[in-house]
């Protein structure tokens, strides 16, 4: 299957900025899209970002004009520039991605998630 490794995550003040990372690896045929996604304490997971293979970006309307997702397809990479973070940005944030592996005659369909890493944005 696909791993998803993130790091990045921390403590930061309001106003603040942070890059996440996430790494995919595996028996990887080729990575449709890539994501971002949050789940504060006592909320559900919500979509943060995400991004096709061609580069088509979809965020979230509260972080709209302050996150940036991109990433880098030689690489298997995602990534999220967060600036001006608030409070209301504390979570733990895990990177998705989906796309095909290799099977053992044709590929398969995958669908993976990371083990998150934390975002602590304070007042």
Known sequence: QVQLVESGGGLVQAGGS?????????????????GWYRQAPGNQREMVATITSDGSRNYADSVKGRFTISRDNGKNMVYL???????????????????????????????????????????
């Open 18 to 34: 942070l890059i996440l990372s996430c790494a995919a690896s595996g028996s990887i045929v080729s990575i449709s899209a890539m």
């Open 81 to 123: 520039q967060m600036n001006s973070l608030e409070r209301e940005d504390t979570g733990v944030y895990y990177c998705n991605a989906d796309g095909r592996v290799h099977g053992q005659f044709l590929s398969r369909p995958f669908v993976s998630w990371g083990q998150g890493t934390q975002v602590t944005v304070s007042s």
